[in-house]
């Protein structure tokens, strides 16, 4: 089970990361000129969503229908996942924050990426 507080340390541990506020959301986003939104964080707490291809989506889903879903809306067409964050461990989270994280980063951001 992932915490909120813990959602917001491991998406503030990647490069560059900054957290502003999404309406009555919290966003994580990549500190750079557009500054792309890589997760949102609900005030329920309930989930979290990511920002994938559909491929990415579809194999996350697949493979773990219990944490990730498709957003209910035109984003989740374009891959917009959320996460079940009672079902999901740490590891799994760092995944797809780190999925969701490269394609919000310029490119000549992601070697500051640590493995």
Excluded: Y
């Excluded at 309406?23 to 500054?35: H, I, N």
């Excluded at 999901?88 to 999925?99: F, G, K, N, V, Y």
Aim: glycine content about 4%.
């Amino acid at each position: 089970m992932i915490k909120p507080e813990k959602l917001r340390a491991e998406a503030l541990k990647l490069p560059r990361a900054l957290e502003r506020p999404h309406f009555d959301w919290a966003s994580f986003r990549v500190d750079a000129p557009k500054g792309k939104i890589f997760c949102t964080l609900p005030p329920h707490h309930e989930f979290s969503n990511v920002f994938l291809t559909p491929d990415e989506q579809k194999m996350l889903c697949e493979a773990e229908p219990d944490i990730f879903f498709q957003v209910p809306n035109k984003w989740g067409l374009n891959g917009a996942t959320s996460i079940r964050l009672a079902k999901c461990d740490l590891a799994t989270l760092r995944s797809a924050l780190i999925m969701s994280w490269r394609h919000a980063a310029p490119a000549k951001f992601h070697g500051e990426l640590k493995s």
